[in-house]
């Protein structure tokens, strides 16, 4: 079936993107379910997962989907993890980077935040043990390797912690790369071996210049 060969890395675009535009103009529902503290801790626990799927402005969710548009579906090929692994890693960092952002934050019972940020740093960096030096073209224009791109996101992200710049879980950022990396080497272990071999290789090539 035409379904079954459909990426889900875009399949979660699309839901990522109905659900963000349907919420910006609803700020009930965006209040509902988005991430805050005091009400995740009491007993709304949803909304660790919920929140994934929220954004907190047009540029939030659009640099997001972007990523995720060039990252996901390499990693849920059938040569890397697979529709099933790349599902694990996904929903597993979201979930990992949103405990992680309450976690930092449990002194404020108000602190909110939403993104698949989590999510998508951790597919990031499960794609960069995998293909470190995959090309991707930033904006369209401009060439960087996955590797670099996957640190220079996570970097930003360390940086920002502590703020809630635009509503966004920068810890969040954080906890899910770790926990992709971490999800990514226990569902595919072999992927170590594969990553040490690419980057010798590199090291070899430019030691031979």
């Known amino acids: 079936m035409a379904f079954d060969r459909l990426a889900v890395s875009y399949i979660l675009i699309g839901l990522n993107t109905l659900v963000s535009l349907f919420a910006f103009a609803r700020p009930d529902i965006f209040n509902a379910f988005a991430l ?16 994934g799927f929220l954004h907190g402005d047009i540029g939030h969710l659009f640099f997001n989907m972007f990523t ?48 698949a940020s989590g999510a998508i740093s951790g597919v990031m960096l499960g794609v960069s043990l995998f293909v470190p030096f995959m090309i991707i073209l930033i904006f369209g224009i401009i060439p960087m390797p996955a590797i670099l791109y996957a640190v220079l996101f996570v970097g930003i992200s360390a940086f920002a912690m502590g703020t809630n710049i635009g509503g966004i879980a920068h810890e969040a950022h954080l906890g899910g790369a770790l ?10 272990p072999q992927v170590l071996n594969l990553f040490a071999l690419q980057v010798s290789n590199a090291l070899s090539r430019i030691g031979r210049r």
């Open 36 to 51: 805050q503290v005091g009400p995740t801790v009491n007993g709304e626990y949803y909304r660790i997962l919920t929140a």
């Open 179 to 188: 926990a992709g990396l971490v999800i990514t080497i226990f569902v595919r």
């Open 68 to 115: 995720l548009f060039f990252f996901g579906p390499v990693l849920e090929n059938k040569r890397a993890l697979g529709k099933q692994g790349f599902l694990i890693v996904y929903f597993g960092s979201l979930i990992v980077g949103n405990l992680a952002a309450v976690g930092f934050h449990l002194d404020n019972p108000y602190y909110t935040a939403v993104g």
